[in-house]
């Protein structure tokens, strides 16, 4: 969520009615968002950045679409959108996106609509893959080393000065779109051979998730380290750091020796070694691209020079990371980034204010979230490829472990399952909760022998139960170095294949204005 915002005391309110927020693309782990302000009682308008986003992201407005009391979709002009939010009946308070794609527009919104906004001054410094180790570099902020281009003999002479300077250890680079998002088209490269077939494999590619083409590039050094996600809130350039997850990955499978496969993310306590070098970067980070207000996302690699940006994403975690957050500390980062979206017209800023003020008086400086349980989200490995034989979700389930919480199958019975590369050919997640970080690590193992002895996902090779491809298994670039650096494209892969968890019926209300804007 790139702006968070609220309403400034001084503008006069532009339409009559209750007070609302509008949440542009309020999908994904937006949804947590959405349900916060359901509990809260808060009218939410949805506004739809466009139509021509990704099949997951539009069937989750679907679902969702009882809980707004107006949707307004956005047809390329902003003073337009504006004006079907002022004549509703509602007095819009605050414009926040719910995920990725919807940011730019709500930083346009917020900003001309009068409303507290992280602006769109910076918003390319929030978005562009590009832009933002750029921005860290005019703030002398540590970055990557980078160029931004989609000239074939731009990007081989900068590799080949690389490699005049620091001979073989010039590869691997990565690139990737500059407005990309899950790590959807993101490849490492070991040759100008695999540099040359990224680049024509990315160019006019159309992103699944945002329905753009691809038409910049960035391409970077290869980060070499252990990778982080900072997730934090902001509320008037006061930042709050609400979890740290360190990653967990293998390098090299038997099948495929160049892939990079996610084995896990944990949240791991705030006084951990490394937590403070993170923290006090992740927070310089968000000065530089000037995230003032509301959520943001932050992957870090700690490197042997010392924290250097990944990305930043300037909305909520995703997957399952707001409820994991919850789960983990006590407080779901959705409750922080509605205190921040209600501050000065329904309280005072909460929970987040107050932590931010104990975290003043604390000998570190900042807030130190609490670690009740221990949490993981887990990616599932397939060893073998075939048409699947039994529920995924069954299977692990039959595992017994302690710790597991949920299962998301990318592929259901009667699927084709595929060897695990990346995240677009897992066989799914499991979500693991337990107060023992022990007993997580033994589930963790657990899941892994019974995934090795081949027996957790039995396959057939004649498709007799019916043959239906794995998401992403096509549609997307195929080059085999391809990586998704982190697990935010999960819930698209799990919402293609139809295994999303929907909103429970005790969750749901259905509002007398609906569709009305």
């Known amino acids: 969520m790139g702006g968070l915002f609220q309403k400034q005391s001084e503008v006069p309110a532009a339409q009559g009615g209750n007070p609302a927020v509008a949440i542009v693309d309020p999908y994904s782990s937006g949804r947590y968002l959405v349900y916060e302000l359901h509990r809260r009682g808060v009218p939410m308008v949805c506004v739809r950045s466009s139509l021509k986003l990704g099949d997951f992201f539009l069937s989750s407005y679907e679902s969702h679409k009882h809980h707004y009391a107006a949707t307004v979709d956005h047809g390329g002009d902003v003073q337009s959108t504006i004006a079907a939010l002022y004549a509703g009946k509602h007095n819009i308070m605050a414009v926040a996106p719910g995920c990725e794609p919807g940011v730019d527009l709500a930083d346009a919104l917020s900003e001309q609509m009068g409303l507290t906004t992280n602006g769109t001054k910076l918003t390319w410094a929030r978005r562009d893959k590009a832009g933002m180790q750029d921005r860290l570099r005019e703030c002398g902020v540590p970055s990557a080393e980078q160029i931004k281009s989609t000239d074939l003999d731009e990007l081989v002479s900068w590799v080949r000065e690389r490699e005049a300077r620091l001979g073989a250890g010039a590869y691997p680079v990565v690139v990737k779109p500059t407005g990309g998002s899950g790590g959807e088209g993101v490849f490492f490269c070991n040759s100008e051979q695999d540099l040359v077939s990224a680049r024509n494999e990315l160019m006019g590619y159309t992103q699944s998730g945002n329905g753009c083409r691809v038409e910049q590039l960035a391409l970077q050094e290869f980060l070499t380290g252990t990778e982080y996600i900072v997730d934090t809130c902001s509320l008037e350039g006061e930042h709050l750091c609400c979890a740290v997850w360190r990653y967990h990955k293998r390098k090299g499978v038997p099948w495929a020796p160049n892939a990079i496969v996610t084995q896990y993310q944990e949240i791991i306590p705030s006084d951990a070694d490394e937590c403070d070098a993170l923290i006090q970067y992740v927070f310089q980070v968000l000065d530089a691209v000037g995230l003032r207000h509301g959520p943001c996302h932050t992957e870090v690699m700690m490197t042997p020079r010392g924290p ?31 205190d921040s979206m209600m501050k000065g017209w329904q309280g005072d800023g909460g929970l987040l204010k107050r932590h931010l003020e104990l975290g003043k008086s604390s000998r570190q400086g900042r807030w130190m979230y609490p670690r009740d349980q221990c949490s993981a989200i887990v990616m599932l490995v397939s060893h073998v490829e075939g048409f699947l034989e039994a529920a995924t979700d069954m299977q692990i389930a039959s595992l017994n472990l302690p710790s597991l919480s949920d299962v998301f199958p990318s592929v259901k019975k009667g699927g084709l399952l595929q060897q695990t590369t990346d995240l677009n050919t897992m066989a799914g997640y499991a979500v693991l909760i337990h107060p023992s970080g022990e007993q997580l690590m033994q589930d963790i193992a657990r899941i892994r022998e019974a995934e090795e002895k081949g027996s957790l996902y039995p396959v057939s090779e004649d498709g007799s139960m019916g043959r239906q491809r794995s998401p992403g ?5 195929s080059m085999s170095r391809q990586i998704s650096p982190s697990l935010e494209k999960a819930d698209e892969l799990i919402g293609r294949a139809g295994n999303f968890t929907q909103l429970s019926p005790d969750e749901t209300i259905v509002l007398t204005e609906n569709n009305e804007a």
């Open 473 to 477: 298994s096509s549609g997307s670039p």
């Open 308 to 338: 250097i940006l990944v990305e930043v994403n300037a909305r909520m975690h995703g997957v399952q990371g707001p409820r994991l957050i919850e789960e983990a500390t006590g407080t779901g980062l959705a409750s922080y980034v509605a």
